[in-house]
């Protein structure tokens, strides 16, 4: 280093000329504190000022552009808009529901799992869409064959959000499994699989929530007003249920722009 960076950079630990033997060898491992000293600072001296990195432009993995919107929910469709007293009371309710999984959280993960129920690992972004939906809606299947009214094969139509279930996932893949669901409901259409999982997904979620949670609520809730204002069929159930997410969204997790106003 020279003099003058030297003066702009004085040492942390300034370190004097070592008294070592006339057989020292750099190259090999250093047998004392002098030695190994010594090799710091022969290490320093080759290092060059200004290191350029060699990078390949073919390596580098192409991100997603990630497109925020900060519109807020299309209105329902007109008479199906929630009062604002429905509204409370869902709120109320899911309140309750989520201070009675806290409190018993422990006793339902300590709980055996049946035989056939094997929980996808957290980054199984697959496993969990049919894990969650099923094979028939995640392969959008919508006959039954006859031997599959015998009994019910929960591989086929999903599992449901068993609390046994939910109290074994952790913050970390509650938001991965949200995110999952949320990007197949992204170009799916809805169903009451889906619908039961987003709600206990979001009754696991804890609050304040992270950043990336805040965004993938707000994409739920703005998914469902745009299923509910194409809603041709004006199914009251399936409304009534895209109500209910975006509220809880809007009301429950403070997201007050997304919110149906009563009229």
């Known amino acids: 280093m020279e003099p003058g960076l030297e003066e702009l950079m004085p040492r942390l630990l300034p370190v004097g000329d070592c008294d070592l033997a006339e057989d020292f060898d750099p190259t090999v491992p250093p047998r004392t504190p002098q030695e ?5 600072q022969i290490e320093a001296a080759r290092c060059p000022d200004v290191v350029v990195a060699q990078i390949d432009p073919r390596k580098l993995k192409k991100k997603p552009t990630v497109n925020i919107s900060i ?3 299309q209105p329902a469709p007109e008479g199906y808009s929630p009062t604002l007293k429905w509204q409370q009371q869902q709120v ?3 309140s309750a529901v989520r201070q009675s999984l806290n409190k018993h959280r422990n006793h339902w993960r300590s709980q055996h799992l049946d035989s056939n129920v094997t929980m996808p690992k957290s980054e199984d972004e697959e496993g969990w869409k049919k894990f969650c939906l099923g094979e028939r809606v ?3 299947i919508d006959v039954l064959s006859d031997n599959e009214n015998l009994g019910i094969d929960y591989l086929k139509v999903g ?3 068993l609390l046994s279930i939910v109290s074994r996932m952790n913050q970390a893949t509650v938001t991965s499994v949200l995110e999952y669901l949320i990007s197949w409901f992204g ?3 809805f169903t009451p699989e889906l619908g039961r999982w987003l709600y206990a997904l979001l009754a696991c979620l804890e609050k304040p929530l992270l950043p990336e949670a805040h965004s993938l609520i707000r994409q739920l809730a703005r998914r469902c007003s745009e299923v509910r204002a194409l809603e041709e069929s004006k199914n009251e159930e399936q409304i009534s249920a895209l109500n209910l997410i975006i509220c809880l969204v809007s009301r429950y997790f403070d997201q ?3 919110a149906d106003e009563p009229s």
Request: proline share 9%; charged share 35%; aromatic share 18%.
């Open 71 to 73: 519109s807020g929910c």
């Open 92 to 94: 109320a309710n899911f």
């Open 159 to 161: 599992f449901p959000p």
């Open 256 to 258: 007050r722009d997304l």
């Open 36 to 40: 190994y000293l010594k090799r710091v």
């Open 138 to 140: 995640y392969s959008e």
């Open 187 to 189: 170009e799916k259409k």
